[in-house]
Structures are given as structure tokens and as C-alpha cells.
């Protein structure tokens, strides 16, 4: 599926590296259905599966990297997904962590106790939501922590001219926290990252990403002030030379149909943000 989008946007768009389109944007130069592909979190098959397809169709990439999940950690979401996915019982009993009772008899009823675990949990303060996590991962016995990159991996990206953003370090929900702990976790991962492949970490993904909800005008002007460029949001959109640089928009067609993908990228061109 992932090669169809690549193998469309190549032939009807204008795939740039993000700091190519910036340069543009800056100078009103940038091409007609310019695009940029980007991905967060900071997911192994970034390397193993993306870029190899993005790398033969010639379209740029940027990872957005939350590091404290580096090296055998794990998005707690993710956690959530692949214990319940292998988990060998019919009940899943979280009264303890102050959730209730969970149906898990087959597939389908799996799925959806992760669809309203997630949602459950989103939203936690991060120590609460670590709790749940933990109390989760600890009905199942196999690991579930090996999807996201190395610290050698990040190097691996950056050396085959792969764009690397900073992500936080921990992928809080910004909204829930004090400024001073929300500075550090956007300030953090940028250091990190800058220690790691040795060049500016110029790109800044809000986790989440909904303006208003999941990070506030606080945070982005946090992201600024830690001296980020760039950064964008999940707001679905199209940016422009008017845009805020710090709160770009961006679309994420999950269409299985090639017509229907197409489609609906050129009609999110109608939402100038």
C-alpha cells in the first residue's frame, strides 16, 4: 500500500524534503502540489520498509523522533496493542489500575479493547498512564517492546539524507503539563538528537497534534523559543506563505483506493490554513 502512495505522489505531486519547501515557501517559490512525507514516533519500519520505497521513487522523508523511546522502548499505545493482541486469556481485569473489565474471547473483541483502551488512556497524566501500561504488559509473557528504531538506526537515516525532527521525548500530551516539564521535554529531545547524528534538529512535531487540544499557543511558543524553525501539527490543511511556520497543517488519506487516495489529497488542497 505504501508503495501505490509513494508511486502516486511521485508522478502528480512535487515531493520536497521539509526544509526544501520552507527555503521555498521563504522566497514564494514553491512548486504547484508541493508535498512532504513525514512520519512520527520514530518506528523501526521507518528504515526497514519506508525508506527503500521512498529512496526509489525519489521522495524525501522526515522522521519525528520521540527519544526516550529509543532502543528497545515502546509507544505506550503500542504496548497496549500487541499485549492484548498475544494475551492468552478471556478476560482482562484493570480495576486495579481504576479501569474495569475487559472482554477478550476473540480477535474482534481484542480490537476493540484496544480502540477503548487507547482512548481511556490518552489522556492520563503520563506516571498514570505508565501505571495502566505496566499493569497490561504484565498479564503477557513474550516481549513487546522491539518496534521502535536504535540510536544507530537514527544515525543510519540521517546518513542516507532522511530529515530528522524531535517528537518530545516521552510523546506527553503537552497540554497536560506544566510549561517548565514541557520545555524540557521539547528542549530535550532536541538535544538528544543533536548529540546523536551531530547536525541542528531543526523540526518540531507536536505528539498528537491538535491545535487547541493537544498542545496550546504556550507550547508553540516554547517550540520557538528552544529555537526550532519548524513545526507541524495534525491539523488537517494546506500551508502556504502565509502560514505559522510553527503550527503547520497536515493530511493523513488513509484510503485503500488509489482514486479515492488521490482524491481526497487534492481536495484537502482547498483547506489554506
Request: charged fraction near 25%; include cysteine; hydrophobic fraction near 40%.
Amino acid at each position: 500500500t505504501f508503495r501505490w502512495h509513494m508511486a502516486l505522489i511521485a508522478k502528480y505531486f512535487n515531493p520536497l524534503s521539509l526544509a526544501e519547501a520552507m527555503a521555498h515557501m521563504e522566497k514564494g517559490t514553491l512548486p504547484d502540489r508541493a508535498i512532504c512525507v513525514t512520519f512520527d514516533d520514530g518506528y523501526v519500519d521507518n528504515l526497514s520498509v519506508a525508506l527503500p520505497i521512498t529512496q526509489a521513487f525519489g521522495v524525501p522523508m522526515t522522521v519525528f523522533v520521540a527519544t526516550d523511546f529509543l532502543d528497545g522502548g515502546s509507544m505506550w499505545n503500542d504496548s497496549i496493542r500487541e499485549s492484548v493482541r498475544i494475551m492468552d486469556c478471556t478476560e482482562l481485569d484493570l480495576t486495579e489500575v481504576g479501569l474495569q473489565r475487559f472482554l477478550c474471547h476473540d480477535q474482534q473483541q481484542k480490537r476493540q479493547v484496544v480502540a477503548d483502551l487507547i482512548q481511556q488512556v490518552k489522556y492520563l497524566e503520563p506516571s498514570q498512564r505508565l501505571e495502566v501500561v505496566d499493569a497490561i504488559k504484565s498479564r503477557v509473557v513474550a516481549n513487546v517492546d522491539s518496534l521502535m528504531l536504535t540510536s544507530q538506526q537514527v544515525v543510519e537515516l540521517a546518513g542516507c539524507g532522511v530529515n530528522i525532527g524531535a517528537h518530545t521525548q516521552s510523546h506527553p500530551i503537552l497540554s497536560n503539563l506544566d510549561l517548565e516539564r514541557a520545555r524540557e521535554e521539547i528542549a530535550g529531545s532536541k538535544r538528544f538528537l543533536e548529540e546523536l547524528i551531530g547536525t541542528p534538529v531543526d523540526h518540531f512535531a507536536y505528539p498528537n497534534g491538535r491545535r487547541g487540544v493537544d498542545y496550546q499557543s504556550s507550547h508553540r511558543h516554547l517550540v520557538e523559543e528552544e529555537g526550532f524553525k519548524v513545526a507541524v501539527s495534525t491539523d488537517w490543511g494546506v500551508s502556504t506563505s502565509a502560514s505559522d511556520r510553527y503550527q503547520l497543517p497536515r493530511f493523513t488519506p488513509w484510503d485503500a483506493d488509489p482514486r479515492r487516495f488521490l482524491v481526497r489529497l487534492l481536495m484537502n488542497y482547498a483547506r489554506k490554513k
